[in-house]
């Protein structure tokens, strides 16, 4: 038993009349995820970046050979307001981490694009933050993992996003 068990078989005692079968799944998925954030905000401070910057900075790295995007493309990857995104490419720009051009295919846009360093950094939080998560993971055997993933998908996939995705 964990502290979910004890916690739902309380309930049950408490509130019989009450179907409290989603708690067994939604009060240690809460739990997980705060594990993982302590754990991921770990990986990133070792590479002095915190949770918002490397995800800017990842978002960055995924796009390819030119590790460079619009805001807006920023914006709709990492599910954060424009006046949110403004104020995290103006820090890390003053940081060295990324910097602004002229967009060539829009004379009025900009794109932000990955610095030699930027692009450091957030490959070395990645290298820290995949040892990491492998930790978390290394009870469950590579089945049951690629199980887990799987129902994790369906479940994600099935919840509204609208709120879900705003942070």
């Known amino acids: 038993m964990d502290e979910v068990d004890e916690l739902v078989a309380a309930w049950r ?11 067994q799944v939604w009060s240690r998925i809460a739990r997980l995820a705060q594990l993982l954030s302590a754990v991921r905000a770990e990986a990133f ?15 960055l790295r995924r796009a390819g050979e030119s ?5 807006g493309q920023l ?3 990492t599910h954060v307001t424009s006046g ?13 981490l ?12 900009v794109l932000v694009q ?5 692009r450091e950094k957030v490959d070395a939080a990645l290298a820290d933050l995949v040892t990491a998560e492998a930790g978390l993971v290394s ?19 099935a919840t509204p996003q609208q709120t879900v995705n705003r942070r």
């Open 13 to 23: 005692r408490e509130r019989p009349d009450l179907d409290l079968e989603p708690m």
């Open 98 to 109: 990324v910097t602004r051009m002229a967009n060539p295919h829009d004379g009025r846009g």
């Open 114 to 118: 990955l610095t030699p360093q930027g």
């Open 45 to 59: 401070e070792a590479q002095d970046l915190q949770i918002w910057e490397f995800d800017v900075l990842a978002a």
């Open 75 to 77: 914006i709709a990857q």
């Open 139 to 157: 009870a469950l055997s590579p089945a049951d993992r690629e199980h887990l993933a799987t129902t994790l998908r369906a479940l994600l996939l």
């Open 67 to 71: 590790c460079r995007l619009a805001p």
């Open 84 to 96: 949110t995104m403004t104020n995290r490419v103006d820090r890390l720009c003053a940081r060295g």
